[in-house]
């Protein structure tokens, strides 16, 4: 699942999009520039037409939810303080994000894996490379979605809302 195939796909959910993100780093060659910059300065400034912000904005307003949780560990990695500043911005275009700290606790029986989950019954693997490079996208074709769902339950169960899990 590539490009526009890929986007085809993922926008064509009827009700929700879930994620689940797991990795302290993801390296992807489009954001490096804004990346490189956010390190040098400490600032970062996503335009309104940013295409992932107009996407989000387009499925809240046609009655979509789109959100994901991110379990992360302290201390956070330069990549974690990135997709923070990112995540503001995506917060406000609409999408949920909820922070999962699992610094001072043992992992409660979230896998270690990354996916999305779109309107309870499609699951896609998101494959990474140590490094955080993405390897592949897997659409499974017989997912046990009742374990996905309870990935999902569990993971939003006990995880805070960004904008609270920041104040804190």
């Known amino acids: 699942m590539v490009g526009d195939d890929w986007q085809k796909f993922f926008d064509s959910f009827q009700h929700d999009a879930f994620r689940l993100e797991t990795h302290p780093v993801y390296t992807m060659a489009e954001e490096q520039e804004e990346f490189d910059s956010f390190l ?7 335009p309104d037409d940013d295409p992932w912000l107009i996407r989000v904005r387009s499925f809240r307003h046609t009655g979509r939810s ?7 560990r302290r201390p956070l990695t ?3 303080r990135y997709e923070f500043a990112v995540y ?7 999408e949920e994000v909820r922070i999962l700290d699992l610094t001072d606790m043992e ?6 894996q990354d996916f999305w989950m779109f309107d309870d019954s499609s699951v ?6 140590e490094d955080g490079t993405q ?4 659409l499974l074709t017989d997912p046990d979605l009742a374990k996905y769902r309870e990935w999902k339950d569990l993971a939003v169960s006990l995880s805070v809302p960004f904008a609270e899990y920041i104040q804190g």
């Open 78 to 80: 330069d990549y974690l």
């Open 135 to 138: 390897i592949s996208r897997e």
């Open 88 to 94: 503001a911005y995506t917060a406000r275009a609409g």
């Open 40 to 46: 040098a300065t400490g600032e970062l400034n996503i």
């Open 107 to 112: 992992n409660p029986g979230i896998p270690q």
């Open 124 to 129: 896609v693997l998101m494959h990474y490379r």
């Open 66 to 72: 789109i959100g994901r949780v991110h379990v992360i």
